[in-house]
């Protein structure tokens, strides 16, 4: 693969994640990493000294001397972005990381054949175990795929999807992570209330769901790990009749469709 640089036009969390994962696992393939914020000029010059990235103010000046430009920002400032960004592309390849910002609006709102991917990491990111969806527009190549990929191996696992099922999925894989910081604050709780320092509570915590979800991670059958740990009539199984009773399995589905919900209006 030829060498390729990329701008970033946004510098928040999900930015960094990508762009330290790309310099600590392809470093050889990436040769110029341009970090674009308008307004925090702190931060810019402490990613550049941390990551040695260059830095901007005026992305539009890093267009055309670059190959792909991932746009980092929120969703409802796409709009105008991609509106500036309309009259410099050439033939670079555009990838959002927005919730709700499909290949369709992309191709919608840039020029005629521009090839444009739409992905959807986790925060996990961060530490390289994301689990990614992705899809392409109309006009994207091979070479083209095998640059994204590339990219989102350095932050995780990643599995392509129909645009529709991005959409259906956002909230599963990169929601559903706060739902079960939920779940994990509301047992740091429930062992508080036994009379245990907070320390022991969340050391408690972590450990049982860091490996319960290396079981997964193994075994790759929730249900059947679960039945393992039931016994019929025993106090799992009473604790698992008390979950269903206030009807755990439909509340994870409503918080899934309100997710979906407002990524929706928020790329309106």
Not at 50 to 64: E, L, P, R
């Amino acid at each position: 693969m030829e060498k390729i640089s990329i701008l970033f036009i946004g510098a928040g969390r999900m930015a960094e994640a990508i762009f330290a994962g790309i310099i600590r696992h392809q470093p050889e393939t990436f040769d110029k990493i341009i970090i674009s914020n308008q307004q925090d000029k702190e931060r810019l010059e402490a990613l550049k000294q941390t990551y040695g990235v260059i830095t901007t103010h005026d992305w539009t000046s890093a267009v055309s001397h670059v190959d792909v430009i991932l746009l980092a920002c929120p969703p409802g400032a796409h709009h105008d972005v991609l509106k500036t960004l309309n009259p410099l592309l050439t033939d670079q390849f555009v990838v959002t990381v927005a919730a709700g910002i499909g290949p369709s609006i992309l191709e919608a709102s840039l020029p005629s054949h521009t090839p444009v991917a739409w992905v959807m990491p986790n925060t996990a990111a961060v530490i390289g175990e994301s689990m990614t969806i992705y899809t392409y527009g109309s006009h994207v190549e091979e070479h083209h795929r095998r640059i994204l990929e590339t990219i989102l191996a350095t932050i995780g696992s990643f599995e392509e999807l129909t645009e529709k099922q991005v959409h259906q999925l956002t909230a599963v894989t990169g929601s559903a992570p706060a739902f079960f910081y939920l779940f994990a604050e509301a047992l740091e709780q429930a062992a508080l209330s036994y009379e245990l320092k907070p320390e022991q509570a969340r050391k408690l915590v972590i450990q049982m769901l860091a490996g319960s979800a290396k079981m997964l991670t193994k075994y790759q059958n929730p249900a059947l790990l679960r039945d393992q740990v039931t016994s019929p009539g025993g106090s799992t199984a009473a604790g698992l009749d008390s979950l269903r009773k206030d009807q755990l399995e439909r509340a994870i589905l409503n918080a899934v469709n309100a997710s979906n919900a407002r990524a929706q209006e928020l790329a309106k």
